[in-house]
């Protein structure tokens, strides 16, 4: 198995840093200005002739959490392997681990045991098949919601790229949350289909026998959650405006479930402010 997709930021490491161990991967290769994610500043493709191999953002509203790096295909491994040689304490956001097969009946086969799985771990799935001939560009079956921390998908990757059909690929997406990020920082790309049952078993069917599981919890965001970050990120200019104002955390605290509690009153009729003594 190898990383397809890998995905991470390295806190306290300049950018420039990253950049130049980056570019000790292809001495042919150079560095070049692009637009930058959303809540980044800068950012920057590392571009060997007409193909990129890493993006690098940093900067912003993220700079906190260092800059933030990615590299797909067959620049995901490498940039795994200079990540964990020279930061090891990154932290990773998305990976996806791939193993490749190539087969006549390797899509149906592989669907069969997915689908067992699946059926005796209760684990949501969905096939996506294009009956058209002139449009077929092979069969996806999914295991896993597109919002859980641990999913799968096995296509038909030859049809996908017009080159044969009997290439078919088997791949873990992981996107792990708060400190299970460090953890999946230091998992091969066989140990992380140990991170759920339902996928360790399917690592079991395609003849990883001596996987372990691993014990460690990947957290997925509850409704609640995902709505509160939501609030936090939408509203943050207003909370600290309301901060500025209001003097304290407590006083704003105060104000906001006071108005919650009296949502006739206009705000001006009732503004709590901290007391101080003379």
């Known amino acids: 198995m190898r990383f397809d997709w890998y995905q991470a930021s390295i806190p306290e490491v300049p950018p420039e840093v990253v ?31 007409s193909e990129t191999l890493f993006k690098i953002n940093f900067g912003g509203q993220n700079a906190e959490h260092g800059a933030n790096v990615v590299g797909s295909g067959g620049s995901a491994q490498v940039l795994a392997d200079v990540l964990r040689t020279r930061f090891p304490a990154h932290r ?27 059926a005796e ?64 920082a230091m998992l091969d790309s066989t140990e992380v289909w140990g991170l759920s049952k339902w996928s360790h078993a399917m690592a079991l069917q395609l003849g990883k026998k001596g996987l372990q599981r691993v014990e460690a919890q990947v957290y997925e965001q509850s409704d609640h959650d995902r709505a509160y970050r939501f609030m936090i990120k939408q509203y943050r200019k207003v909370l600290e405006q309301m901060l500025a104002s209001h003097g304290s955390p407590e006083a704003v605290g105060a104000q906001i479930f006071y108005d919650l509690a009296h949502p006739e009153e206009q705000p001006e009729k009732a503004v709590l402010r901290p007391f101080k003594e003379v």
């Not at 990773?92 to 699946?118: G, P």
């Not at 001939?133 to 096995?154: N, P």
């Open 19 to 49: 950049m130049e161990a980056l570019s000790a991967s292809d001495y042919y290769g150079g560095w070049e200005q692009t637009r930058p994610l959303k809540n980044y500043d800068s950012a920057a493709a590392f571009v060997v002739g």
């Open 121 to 184: 771990q209760r684990v949501n799935c969905r096939e996506i098949v294009k009956p058209l001939a002139h449009s077929d560009d092979g069969r996806t079956l999914y295991l896993g919601s597109q919002t859980s921390a641990v999913s799968m998908r096995i296509y038909e990757k030859g049809k996908q790229l017009g080159c044969g059909t009997e290439w078919v690929r088997a791949e873990l997406q992981v996107r792990p949350q708060k400190d299970v990020k460090a953890i999946v």
């Open 92 to 118: 990773v956001s998305r990976l996806d681990s791939c193993e490749d097969y190539h087969h006549a009946d390797a899509y149906d086969y592989l669907r069969k045991a997915a689908l067992r799985i699946a």
